[in-house]
C-alpha cells in the first residue's frame, strides 16, 4: 500500500458520508419543492421507564431539520422510535400518536407451570387476585394483533350446590411465576377429560351426544382477547406487552345451551380472534355451571348459616365473574364503565336477570340480547314446582342406582336397554353407595359395623325409578326416614354431595314419569335418558329458579339466590335503568331445532324429512302441551287449568294457526312441507322468541331512556348445500346467527376447525353471508363501543327493526314492529300469556 493512501475504513466512511449528502440533498431538495413532505407527520412510539414504570409513548414527528428528516431515511421515526405500525399492528397509527400507555409486565421464560406455552409469541398480564398469568398471541389476525387468555380463574369454586366465592387475596408474597392461560388446541374441545392442570376449568359438567359426560365441577374460568398489545423490539423471550389503560371498550358474552350443555368456546364458534382484530374491543367469554349442577332446588339445600335456601348457582358464577371484570378488565386494556353484555339464548335470558337485579345491572352499561325470553314459565321454572322437581329428580338418581343394580332378570336387560345399559360412567354401583353414604342412611360407622351392610337389605332404603317415590301427577312426594333418622329426602342430598358428578347428572334432559319396562326411542337411547317426573319440554329440565309472584326487591344477588320473573320486576320497578342502549333480536326459524326434538318427548318418533308429515293426533298433543303445562305445586289450589279451560285454549291456538299451512311472502320458504310441522316450527318460533323479545322492548320503552334497538336475523345459507334437506328444515335456525357475529370474510365462526369446511361438511360463507357478517359484526362492535349505527335506527324513533336478510340490496332492510306482531300472532300470545300467569300461585 503506498505510504500516503488513506486507509480502507476511512475510505469507507467518507464514502458513506458522500453518499448520505447526496441522499440529503436530494431529499431537502424535494422538501423544497414540496414542503408539506418535510412537515408530514409520523406516528412513532417508544418504551421508557419513569419512576419506576414502564411506559409505552406515542407522538407525531415533523422532520423541519434536515439532520432529523435525514435519520427518518429508513423507518420515517428518531432514532430509539419505532413506527406505531411496528409497535401497535397495521392499524395502530389510527388514535394512537400523541398517547402514553402503561406497560404491563415483561414475558418471563416459559417453564415449570408455563412450558407448554410458545414462549415467544406469549404476554404477561399481573392480576390482583389470581397473579401472574401468562397468554399468547393468536394467528390469523389481519388488522391488530390479538393475545388470548385461557381459562383464567374468576371466583373460588365452593363446593356443589353452594355460591361461589371471590378468590382469596394471596396470603404471602407471590413467588415470580407465570400460570399457563396460553395453551387451548381446537382439537382440546372434543376430549371428554378437561382434567389436567393446563385446561382445568375448559368446560363446566355437562352432557353432549357421542361424547358423552365431561367436564369438570370446579369450571369457573373465562378467555380474554384483548387487542391491547404492544411489539417491542429486542426484548426476551417475548417483544409482547400490554397496554393495561388501553381503556378498550368490553364485550361480555354469556353462551346459550338451555342452561344444560355450552361452553365459552364451544369448538371455536365463540373464538374471539376475528372479532375482537376487527372491532378492537376486550372480549370476555365466560363459564357458569349448568344442568343439575348449576340450578338443582331442593327442600333441604340450605345455607348452614342463615338457613336460607340456595339455588340459581349458575346466575350466581355469572354475577362473580362480572364482578371480576370489573376488578381487573383494565390489566388486560379494558375499560370496566364500558361492559356490553351479549348473550344468546339461555345466555339472553340471564341477562333479564341481571337487569332485574340493581345489584349485577352496576357491573355493565349496554346489552344485546339474542333469542331472548324475560318472562316464560317454559323458561323461568317457578320455585314450587322446581323445589319438587329436584326432589324427584334425586329420588329418580337413586331408584336409577336401584334398578340397574337389582332389578330382577329379565326386567333388568330390558331396563338396561333404555338406560344407555346402566354405563358405570352415569350410574353409580350400589356397593359404591353402600361405602360412602352407609352412615347417612343406617346411622352407623361403616368401618365398625361391615358386617351390617347387607346388599338385600340396603337396597329396600332406596326409591323405585319408574315411579321416584313419587305419584305421578305432579302433586308432591311422600316423606319417609331412613333408620339413621334422616328424611329419605335430606339423606339422598346428603348421600349425592359424596357422589361422582357423573352419577348425579343422570342424563341430558332430566327424568320422567312416563318410564315404562319398553325400549325407548332412538332419540332416547342417543340421549342415555331415564324417565321419572317433569313437564315435557319446551320446558327446560334445568333453569332459573323464581317466585312468579314475588316481590320487585327479590333478585338472585343476594339471599339463597331466588328471584322474581324478570319481566315482571322490570315492569314494576322504579328505581333507575340507566343503560346507553339495549338491543335485542330473533332468528326467523327459532323453533325449527326444537320442533326436531319435542314429538319425541311425547314418545313419537318424528319422520325423516321428505316422508310422511306429523299426524293429527301427534300435533294435538304438542299443542295441549304449549297451551296446558302441570306445574302441580305450583298450580292455583285445584290445579293449573281444568279440562273445560284447557280445551278452550287449545281451541284458540289450534283456530290461530289453522292459517299457517305453508310458505308464505313474509315468513320466508322455510321450512318444512308438512302443514303440521311446519305450524309447531313457527308456534314454537312466536311462543318463545319472537313475542317474548317486543314484549320486552316495550317494557324497556317505559322503564329505560337507553335506545332500544330490534333486529331479525334470515340469512338461512350457513348450512352446507350438500346437504340440502337439513338446510331446507332448519332455515334461520336458532343460534345461527352467532356464526355471523363471530365470523368473517375466511368462513363462519371464530376459529371452527377445518375453516371453510367445518369437520368436512362444507360449512362456509356465500358472497352475501360475507356481507351479512360484515354488518352484524361492525353493528354489534359499534354497539359495545357506544357508537352510532347509522344504518339500525333506533325502535324508540323509528318503531322499525333492521332486517339481516339474503336476497335483499345489500343484503338489509326493515320491518315494522306491528308488522313483526301481526305475522307473528303476538296479540294473542299477550293475552295466553296473561292466561298461564293466572294459573300460578
Not at 325449527?592 to 316422508?611: D, I, M, N, R
Not at 370474510?745 to 376459529?751: V, Y
Request: with cysteine; charged share 20%.
Amino acid at each position: 500500500r503506498p505510504q500516503n493512501s488513506v486507509p480502507f475504513r476511512c475510505n469507507g466512511m467518507r464514502l458513506f458520508g458522500l453518499l448520505w449528502s447526496v441522499v440529503s440533498a436530494s431529499r431537502l431538495q424535494q422538501a423544497q419543492v414540496n414542503e408539506v413532505q418535510i412537515y408530514a407527520p409520523t406516528c412513532c412510539c417508544r418504551a421508557v421507564t419513569m419512576s419506576g414504570n414502564d411506559l409505552l409513548q406515542c407522538r407525531r414527528f415533523g422532520t423541519p431539520d434536515l439532520v432529523a428528516y435525514a435519520l427518518s431515511l429508513f423507518t420515517g421515526c428518531p432514532a430509539g422510535w419505532s413506527t406505531s405500525a411496528a409497535v401497535l399492528g397495521p392499524t395502530g397509527r389510527a388514535g394512537s400518536c400523541d398517547s402514553q400507555w402503561n406497560l404491563g409486565p415483561k414475558a418471563q421464560a416459559c417453564r415449570g407451570r408455563t412450558k407448554h406455552c410458545r414462549c415467544d409469541q406469549s404476554v404477561d398480564v399481573e392480576v390482583l387476585r389470581n397473579g401472574r398469568m401468562k397468554g399468547t398471541l393468536l394467528p390469523g389476525t389481519k388488522m391488530r394483533d390479538v393475545a388470548v387468555f385461557f381459562s383464567v380463574p374468576f371466583a373460588a369454586y365452593s363446593g356443589r350446590w353452594k355460591h361461589p366465592e371471590p378468590l382469596p387475596m394471596p396470603k404471602t408474597p407471590r413467588l415470580n411465576k407465570a400460570s399457563d392461560q396460553c395453551s387451548m388446541p381446537w382439537f382440546h374441545q372434543l376430549r371428554t377429560g378437561a382434567t389436567d392442570s393446563i385446561h382445568r376449568g375448559s368446560f363446566c359438567y355437562q352432557w353432549l351426544p357421542a361424547l358423552g359426560r365431561f367436564g369438570m365441577e370446579s369450571c369457573l374460568t373465562l378467555d380474554v382477547y384483548t387487542p391491547a398489545i404492544a411489539k417491542l423490539p429486542g426484548s426476551e423471550p417475548s417483544n409482547l406487552r400490554l397496554r393495561t389503560n388501553a381503556s378498550l371498550p368490553v364485550m361480555v358474552f354469556i353462551e346459550g345451551g338451555g342452561f344444560l350443555v355450552g361452553d365459552k368456546y364451544q369448538q371455536g364458534i365463540y373464538d374471539g380472534r376475528k372479532l375482537v382484530d376487527k372491532q378492537n374491543v376486550v372480549l370476555v367469554n365466560i363459564n357458569y355451571r349448568l344442568g343439575v349442577l348449576g340450578f338443582l332446588h331442593h327442600p333441604y339445600l340450605r345455607d348452614k348459616g342463615s338457613g336460607e335456601k340456595l339455588m340459581n348457582f349458575g346466575l350466581r358464577d355469572q354475577l362473580e365473574a362480572l364482578r371480576w371484570i370489573q376488578e381487573n378488565i383494565h390489566s388486560f386494556g379494558g375499560d370496566p364503565t364500558r361492559v356490553t353484555l351479549v348473550g344468546e339464548s339461555a345466555g339472553a335470558m340471564s341477562i333479564c336477570a341481571h337487569l332485574a337485579s340493581p345489584v349485577a345491572r352496576q357491573l355493565f352499561s349496554n346489552v344485546i340480547m339474542e333469542s331472548l325470553n324475560c318472562d316464560g314459565f317454559f323458561i323461568w321454572m317457578p320455585q314450587r314446582f322446581a323445589e319438587d322437581w329436584g326432589r324427584r329428580y334425586l329420588r329418580a338418581v337413586f331408584g336409577r342406582i336401584r334398578a340397574c343394580g337389582a332389578l330382577p332378570e329379565p326386567e333388568r336387560t330390558v331396563y338396561k336397554e333404555s338406560q344407555n345399559d346402566c354405563s358405570p360412567s352415569d350410574t353409580a354401583s350400589l356397593s359404591t353407595v353402600i361405602d360412602r353414604c352407609s352412615d347417612i342412611f343406617m346411622g352407623f360407622d361403616v368401618e365398625q359395623h361391615l358386617h351390617l351392610r347387607n346388599v338385600t337389605n340396603f337396597v329396600q332404603l332406596l326409591p323405585l325409578e319408574w315411579i321416584g317415590g313419587c305419584d305421578g301427577i305432579y302433586r308432591g312426594c311422600e316423606e319417609r326416614t331412613f333408620p339413621s333418622g334422616l328424611a329419605l329426602d335430606d339423606g339422598l342430598l346428603r348421600c349425592a354431595l359424596r357422589l361422582d358428578a357423573g352419577h348425579v347428572w343422570v342424563n341430558q334432559f332430566g327424568i320422567t314419569e312416563r318410564h315404562a319396562l319398553e325400549k325407548s326411542s332412538y332419540m332416547e337411547e342417543l340421549m342415555g335418558m331415564a324417565f321419572t317426573g317433569m313437564p315435557l319440554p319446551p320446558h327446560l329440565p334445568w333453569a332459573p329458579v323464581i317466585d312468579p309472584r314475588g316481590p320487585k326487591d327479590l333478585h338472585y344477588a343476594t339471599g339463597g339466590g331466588l328471584l322474581t320473573l324478570p319481566q315482571k320486576v322490570l315492569m314494576e320497578d322504579d328505581s333507575p335503568l340507566q343503560l346507553g342502549s339495549i338491543t335485542a333480536g330473533f332468528n326467523r326459524d327459532e323453533g325449527t331445532l326444537f320442533a326436531l326434538l319435542v314429538p319425541h318427548f311425547l314418545g313419537y318418533v318424528p319422520k325423516v324429512p321428505g316422508s310422511e308429515g306429523m299426524e293429527d293426533s301427534v300435533y294435538r298433543d304438542i299443542m295441549e302441551q304449549l297451551a296446558c303445562p302441570d306445574y302441580g305445586p305450583a298450580c292455583r289450589s285445584g290445579g293449573c287449568h281444568t279440562d273445560e279451560s284447557c280445551g278452550a285454549r287449545l281451541a284458540k291456538i289450534m283456530k290461530e294457526y289453522a292459517g299457517e299451512s305453508g310458505p308464505s311472502r313474509a315468513r320466508g320458504s322455510c321450512c318444512s312441507k308438512d302443514p303440521n310441522t311446519l305450524r309447531v316450527q313457527r308456534i314454537l318460533t312466536d311462543y318463545l322468541f319472537v313475542c317474548p323479545t317486543l314484549r320486552f322492548l316495550e317494557t324497556m320503552e317505559k322503564r329505560s331512556t337507553a335506545e332500544l334497538r330490534l333486529y331479525e336475523f334470515d340469512a338461512d345459507d350457513e348450512l352446507p348445500s350438500t346437504i340440502p334437506d337439513l338446510k331446507h328444515t332448519l332455515g334461520a335456525f336458532h343460534v345461527s346467527e352467532l356464526f355471523f357475529v363471530f365470523g368473517n370474510e375466511d368462513g363462519p365462526g371464530g376459529n371452527l376447525p377445518l375453516q371453510g369446511g367445518a369437520f368436512g361438511l362444507g360449512l362456509g360463507f356465500t358472497k352475501q353471508d360475507v356481507v351479512i357478517s360484515k354488518k352484524m359484526s361492525n353493528s354489534w362492535g359499534a354497539l359495545v363501543r357506544h357508537e352510532e349505527v347509522p344504518e339500525w335506527p333506533a325502535l324508540n324513533t323509528s318503531n322499525r327493526a333492521i332486517r339481516f336478510a339474503l336476497d335483499v340490496p345489500g343484503n338489509v332492510d326493515y320491518i315494522s314492529r306491528g308488522m313483526i306482531r301481526r305475522l307473528h300472532h303476538c296479540k294473542f300470545f299477550d293475552e295466553l300469556k296473561k292466561e298461564m300467569s293466572e294459573d300460578l300461585q
